[in-house]
C-alpha cells in the first residue's frame, strides 16, 4: 500500500475572517481507482458542516490537507478506515465517532472498498470558540486525542436533525451551531466518562461479538429483542454479553434498544409525519399507552404534544 497514488482532499481555512458569511457548496472528488466522494458543505463563522457520501472498489490511500489547530468533530455512520494521528493508528469503523484536536496540517488515512459508505463531520476554527477552546485544550488535552467510540442514540438522533432542518441561511446557521454544541458536549461528556473506564475485559473476538450485537439491535428497531435472543445471535453468554456492552458503550443493552426505539419514535412522527398510534406499532410497541410513556419520560413531552408542536411551528413559518 506505500507504492499507491495518494488522494489528495483539501480542506479549506478556518478563519474567522474568511467564513463571515453563510454558503453552502457540492464538492465531488474522484480517487485514483475511480472511487468517489461526495461532499456537501455548510460553512458559516470559523464552522463548517461536511455531509459526505461514498464508494471505494479497493482500498484508497487518502491525504487530507488541513490547516493548524482545528477541532474535528467526525461520525462514521457507515464504512471503516484506519488513521494515522501522530504515528498512532486509530481503526474508526461504522457507528464510530471521534473528537479530535487537530495540530498537524495533514491527515492520512487508509478508506476500506464499501458501496455505501458515509460520515458526518463538523470543523471548529479556533476562533469560533477560542475561550472555550483555550480552557479545554490547557487543561485536558487527552480528551481530544482521537479515540473511537460509539455515537450514541441521542447523537444519531441530533445528526438527524441537522441533515433534515427545516430551515435556511440565517436560521439554519444559528440551529446548525446550537445542534454542534449539543454533540460537542456529548462528545466531550463521552470522552471524560471513556477516561474514568478500566480497559475492556475480553479479547477481541469478544469485541467484534459486541458491536455485532449492537448492529442487530439498530437493524431490527421495529423488534423488542430479549437479551437471551441477542446472547445466542452473538454466540456469547448473557452475562459477557450485557458486561461487555456495558463497558463497550457506556449503558445497558435495555437502554440503548429504548434509545433507539424513542429517537426513530421522534424522527418517524417529525420527518414522515406519521400518526403516533402508526409510531407505535412500527418500533414494536404492542400497547401505543407504553409507548407515550416511554416518550414522555424521555423528551419529557408525549409524542402527540410534540408532533402538533412542531405542526404549529412549521405552518407559520
Not at 476554527?125 to 485536558?140: A, P
Request: net charge neutral; glycine share 6%.
Amino acid at each position: 500500500m506505500q507504492n499507491q497514488e495518494k488522494t489528495i482532499i483539501h480542506r479549506h481555512n478556518l478563519q474567522s475572517e474568511n467564513f463571515a458569511h453563510y454558503s453552502e457548496k457540492e464538492n465531488q472528488v474522484e480517487t485514483k481507482s475511480g472511487g468517489v466522494f461526495l461532499f456537501h458543505e455548510t460553512i458559516f463563522d470559523s464552522l463548517q458542516f461536511i455531509q459526505c457520501g461514498y464508494s471505494l472498489n479497493h482500498n484508497e490511500q487518502i491525504h487530507i490537507d488541513i490547516e493548524k489547530e482545528v477541532l474535528e468533530m467526525h461520525f462514521r455512520i457507515s464504512g471503516a478506515s484506519c488513521i494515522q494521528r501522530s504515528g498512532k493508528p486509530i481503526d474508526l469503523t461504522h457507528g464510530n465517532n471521534m473528537l479530535t484536536y487537530q495540530k498537524d496540517n495533514k491527515q492520512e488515512i487508509l478508506m476500506c472498498p464499501v458501496k455505501d459508505g458515509s460520515f458526518f463531520e463538523i470543523r471548529i476554527g479556533i476562533s469560533h470558540f477560542e475561550k472555550l477552546m483555550y480552557e479545554f485544550t490547557k487543561h485536558t488535552p487527552n480528551l481530544y486525542r482521537g479515540d473511537a467510540m460509539a455515537i450514541t442514540p441521542t447523537m444519531y438522533g441530533i445528526l438527524a436533525q441537522i441533515v433534515n432542518n427545516p430551515y435556511s441561511t440565517k436560521m439554519k446557521a444559528l440551529f446548525l451551531e446550537a445542534k454542534m454544541t449539543e454533540l460537542f458536549l456529548l462528545q466531550m461528556q463521552q470522552n471524560i466518562d471513556h477516561k474514568h473506564h478500566t480497559s475492556f475485559s475480553y479479547g477481541q473476538r469478544d469485541r467484534d461479538r459486541i458491536y455485532e450485537t449492537k448492529e442487530i439491535i439498530e437493524q431490527h428497531i421495529n423488534e423488542f429483542l430479549t437479551i437471551s435472543k441477542l446472547a445466542q445471535l452473538s454466540g456469547m453468554n448473557r452475562r459477557k454479553l450485557m458486561q461487555g456492552f456495558k463497558e463497550l458503550f457506556g449503558t445497558t443493552i435495555h437502554v440503548y434498544i429504548t434509545e433507539m426505539k424513542m429517537e426513530e419514535a421522534r424522527r418517524l412522527l417529525l420527518e414522515e409525519d406519521k400518526y403516533v398510534n402508526e409510531v407505535a406499532d412500527y418500533i414494536g410497541y404492542k400497547n401505543p399507552q407504553h409507548f407515550i410513556s416511554a416518550f414522555k419520560k424521555k423528551f419529557g413531552v408525549s409524542p402527540g404534544k410534540l408532533k402538533n408542536r412542531f405542526d404549529s411551528a412549521s405552518s407559520s413559518m
